[in-house]
C-alpha cells in the first residue's frame, strides 16, 4: 500500500518535471510557478521512495542470501546485516509516513503578523509590545527580515497594535501556531499595592498574498492620503506620505504611515489589503478543516485561549498541547523554539491519526 502511494508519486514528480520545461505552461506564470512548487515539495518524498526501495530489494536480496548460504561465518554477517536493514526500514517508513502528511498549502508564504492590547488599558499594551519584542527576536534567530507597516502606541508604551510583515523561507509554516489569545500574569508597573494582574493581547498571524492569490480592482478600493503623524523626521505632519485604503465590497480598512515614502505605504498597505481579503476565503479553509477533527493545533479560531505567561512562577503555559516551561525570561527573548516544535509534533500526530482512521 505505502509502496504504490510512493510510485504514484514518483509518477507524478516525472510529469511534473516534464511539464515545467514545456515552453506554453512556462508562459502561464500562474500555473508554471504552481508546478513548480509542487515539484519541489514532491522531492523530499521522491528521495524517501528511492532510498526505501534500495532497502527493500537489500532485504530481498539478504533473505536469499541467508536461504542459500551454508557457510555459518556468511550466515551470521547476513542475519546481523538483515536486522540492521529491517531497523532502517521501520525508521524510514515513520519518516515517509510524516511527509506524506498533508502540507498547508500555505505554509511556505511570508507572514503578516498583527498583535493588538485585549483587556488590561495600559498592562495589556506593554504586554503587546513585549510579544513584538519576542517575535522580532525569534525571527532574528532565524534570520528573517521583519518590517513594520502600522503601529499605535500605547499611553505607558506598548502598543495598542502593531502590525508587521516577517520576510523568509516558510515563515507563516512556523509563525501560524501563534495565533489567539495570549495572556499575561504579572504585577504591573502601574500597580503600587503588588497585586498580580491578568491582561490579555491578540496575535494574527496571515499568510502574505500575492497578485496570483488574490486580483484587486482599482475600482474597489477607496484611496486617501493624510500627513504621518507618528517618528518621521521632519516630513512629519508636512507631506501627505500616510496612505488609508479601503476595500468597499468586504469594508476592510488598511493604513500605512511608517514610511516617509507614499508609493512605498501604499505599497505595503496593498500587501496586506491583499492578505486580509485573501484570509478571509483561508479562514473557511481552516474552518473546514478544524470541523473534521475533534482537536486542532493550528485552528482558525483566532479568539481562543493559547497560551499564559505567568512573571511571578517564572511560568508558560501552552494550553494546546498541556506543554508548561520554567524558562519565560528566554522565551520572552525570543527562544520559542521548543513551543512550536512541540505543537508542529502535536499537528503531526493528530494528522497522522486521521491518516490511519480515513484508511481503516
Known amino acids: 500500500m505505502l509502496l504504490e502511494k510512493l510510485e ?3 509518477e507524478r514528480h516525472n510529469e511534473v518535471g516534464q511539464l515545467i520545461t514545456d515552453p506554453e505552461i512556462i508562459a502561464d506564470m500562474k500555473r508554471y510557478i504552481r508546478l513548480n512548487k509542487e515539484y519541489k515539495d514532491l522531492e523530499p518524498i521522491v528521495g524517501a521512495y528511492e532510498e526505501y ?25 547476513a542475519h546481523n546485516e538483515l536486522e540492521s536493514l529491517e531497523e532502517r526500514k521501520g525508521n524510514l517508513e515513520e519518516k515517509i509516513r510524516v511527509l506524506l502528511v498533508p502540507k498547508d498549502p500555505q505554509d511556505d508564504k511570508n507572514s503578516i503578523v498583527e498583535i493588538r492590547a485585549g483587556t488590561g488599558g495600559d498592562e495589556a499594551a506593554i504586554f503587546a509590545g513585549d510579544l513584538y ?13 521583519t518590517e513594520v507597516v502600522e503601529m499605535n502606541e500605547g499611553t505607558s508604551g506598548g502598543f495598542k497594535e502593531v502590525i508587521f ?21 504579572r504585577v504591573p508597573q502601574t500597580e503600587t499595592q503588588g497585586r498580580v494582574h491578568t491582561s490579555a493581547a491578540t496575535v494574527a498571524v496571515l499568510p502574505e498574498a500575492d497578485e496570483f492569490d488574490i486580483e484587486l480592482k482599482t475600482s474597489d478600493i477607496k ?10 523626521g521632519q516630513s512629519v505632519n508636512t507631506t501627505y506620505s500616510a496612505v488609508r485604503l479601503t476595500h468597499n465590497p468586504t469594508g476592510i480598512v488598511v493604513s500605512c504611515q511608517d ?9 505595503k498597505a496593498m500587501k496586506v489589503l491583499r ?9 473557511k479553509y481552516l474552518d473546514e478543516i478544524a470541523s473534521r477533527r475533534k482537536t486542532m493545533v493550528s485552528t482558525g479560531d483566532r479568539s481562543a485561549k493559547i497560551r499564559t505567561y505567568n512573571f511571578p512562577q517564572g511560568r508558560v503555559t501552552e494550553h494546546r498541547i498541556g506543554l508548561t516551561l ?3 525570561s528566554a522565551i520572552m527573548d525570543g527562544d520559542i523554539h521548543e513551543i512550536i516544535e512541540a505543537l508542529q509534533v502535536a499537528e503531526n500526530a493528530e494528522k497522522l491519526k486521521e491518516g490511519v482512521s480515513t484508511e481503516t
Request: net charge positive; glycine share 6%; with cysteine.
Open 326 to 328: 520554567y524558562n519565560l
Open 53 to 77: 526501495k534500495n532497502i527493500l530489494d537489500n532485504i530481498t536480496s539478504t533473505r536469499e542470501l541467508l536461504a542459500n548460504e551454508k557457510d555459518q561465518e556468511f550466515k551470521e554477517m
Open 275 to 283: 492578505s486580509r481579503i485573501f484570509d478571509m476565503e483561508y479562514k
Open 165 to 185: 510583515n516577517v520576510t523568509g523561507d516558510g515563515t507563516y509554516g512556523v509563525l501560524k501556531y501563534e495565533s489567539g489569545v495570549h495572556r499575561v500574569q
Open 133 to 145: 519584542r519576542m517575535y522580532t527576536k525569534f525571527c532574528e534567530s532565524r534570520r528573517w527580515k
Open 8 to 10: 504514484a508519486i514518483k
Open 223 to 232: 484611496k486617501e492620503t493624510f500627513c504621518s503623524s507618528g517618528p518621521g
Open 259 to 267: 514610511q516617509k515614502s507614499q508609493i512605498k505605504n501604499m505599497d
